[in-house]
């Protein structure tokens, strides 16, 4: 009688998506001590590894990067005659560099940090009706993404002087392009998508068609 076995004193799976039955014939392909019927167990797997994914098993990108999981599922071990070059080990166990995160510390989050950037981009530009109209679209979208932070108004002359704040007094709307658009029309948006708030006749009929469903 075969005991059970436990998948935790199993040996680990390097790569769990080709399961342990994958694992346990590169095994013992790096087990075989003739090369010439390594070869033919290699080709044998890499076929099996190949069905797993039948519309890109002929794909040449797609048989490079089978053979490259063949050799780490080995841990590097395998002898083979293959078509690839084989990956360095070295490199592919080197750590990522260390991604730089944005220290500016912005004193009206809710804005996000893409609105400096435009705030920067109008500032170099030259005076006329494309900086105007982009001064005017920078504001508007302020205006959106206070909305998305506080949901009930908010005056324009609030995000005029916000933008005067960030711009440090470099940047206003031109009276002749106000007013920008209304609260009522972002708002109208956002619940036409679903994220607004939602009105109690609203609430009222959902309840009662879900109680007709059960």
Request: net charge positive.
């Amino acid at each position: 009688m075969i005991p059970l076995q436990y998948n935790t004193d199993r040996s680990h799976l390097i790569i769990p998506e080709y399961g342990r039955h994958i694992h346990q014939m590169i095994d013992q392909a790096v087990a075989e001590t003739d090369r010439e019927q390594r070869n033919k167990l290699v080709k044998a797997i890499i076929g099996v590894m190949g069905n797993l994914n039948p519309h890109l098993r002929d794909v040449p990108d797609f048989q490079h990067k089978l053979w490259d999981q063949l050799f780490i599922m080995s841990q590097f071990e395998l002898d083979v005659d293959a078509p690839f070059e084989k990956p360095q080990q070295e490199v592919l166990a080197q750590r990522p560099e260390r991604l730089a995160y944005p220290s500016n510390s912005q004193k009206y989050r809710f804005y996000g940090n893409n609105i400096n950037h435009m705030i920067e981009v109008a500032k170099s530009w030259e005076e006329g009706d494309m900086k105007d109209a982009l001064v005017f679209t920078i504001a508007n979208h302020m205006k959106k993404c206070f909305l998305n932070w506080n949901k009930d108004t908010v005056e324009d002359e609030v995000i005029f002087t916000h933008l005067g704040e960030l711009s440090k007094g470099a940047l206003s709307v031109k009276a002749e392009l106000l007013p920008l658009t209304s609260s009522a029309d972002f708002l109208k948006v956002k619940s036409k998508n679903g994220n607004g708030p939602k009105s109690n006749t609203t609430m009222k009929t959902r309840k009662r068609n879900n109680r007709k469903r059960y």
